[in-house]
T-cell receptor, first 113, second 113 residues
Framework: GENVEQHPSTLSVQEGDSAVIKCTYS??????FPWYKQELGKRPQLIID?????GEKKDQRIAVTLNKTAKHFSLHITETQPEDSAVYFC????????????FGTGTKLQVIP | EAQVTQNPRYLITVTGKKLTVTCSQN?????MSWYRQDPGLGLRQIYY???????DKGDVPEGYKVSRKEKRNFPLILESPSPNQTSLYFC????????????FGNGTRLTVT
């Protein structure tokens, strides 16, 4: 089955700096890679996603890149703000009925004012 | 408001006492799933359902049951809870399958003593 590894497990950055979180996956058939943000005590919420036919996607200060050959994808947050402090999860899945969503183990991002 | 509603938010019980965590969505989503979140392990899929009366095991199904008698409801049943099922549980739904965004409920924090 699919295995998703996520690094680092914790990340501290100064406000205004950039943050990068990396994930690798094992199943070359996976074709959907979402990122979820979970603030303390709240539910995970989708912040950005990318499909395997696209190499990069950007939404304001957040971007995701995908390298299918190397089977890894990364979340980039620029100009970090204190409200970016949260746990971030990557995930991988593929099209088809009897499939599962596999999550990474999460990265706790702390933005220091 | 489009949402996934889980109840209860907090539950403390004793070993062996059957319990049910309810999950309901009002978005007419076909796909629903349950996850447990444990420190350092991320989100792990327990069970999933692709439609009414269609359910299948995720990565950690032992000790859990589910049912999908109606499209909107997907309850999680613990027939005989044990302390290792102490965890934070999330229900989620998606419109178009596992390669589309998940919408999570608010979570249920379960403690089994």
């Amino acid at each position: 089955g699919e295995n998703v590894e996520q690094h680092p497990s914790t990340l501290s950055v100064q406000e205004g700096d950039s943050a990068v979180i990396k994930c690798t996956y094992s199943d070359s058939a996976s074709n959907y890679f979402p990122w979820y943000k979970q603030e303390l005590g709240k539910r995970p919420q989708l912040i950005i996603d990318i499909r395997s036919n696209v190499g990069e996607k950007k939404d304001q200060r957040i971007a995701v890149t995908l390298n299918k050959t190397a089977k890894h994808f990364s979340l980039h947050i620029t100009e970090t703000q204190p409200e970016d402090s949260a746990v971030y999860f990557c995930a991988a899945s593929k099209t088809g009925g009897y499939q599962k969503v596999t999550f990474g183990t999460g990265t706790k991002l702390q933005v220091i004012p | 408001e489009a949402q996934v509603t889980q109840n209860p938010r907090y539950l403390i019980t004793v070993t062996g006492k059957k319990l049910t965590v309810t999950c309901s969505q009002n978005m007419n989503h076909e796909y629903m799933s349950w996850y447990r979140q444990d420190p350092g392990l991320g989100l792990r899929q327990i069970y999933y359902s692709m439609n009414v009366e269609v359910t299948d095991k995720g990565d950690v199904p032992e000790g859990y049951k589910v049912s999908r008698k109606e499209k909107r409801n997907f309850p999680l049943i613990l027939e005989s809870p044990s302390p290792n099922q102490t965890s934070l549980y999330f229900c989620a739904s998606s419109l178009e399958g596992w390669d589309s965004p998940l919408h999570f409920g608010n979570g249920t924090r379960l403690t089994v003593t």
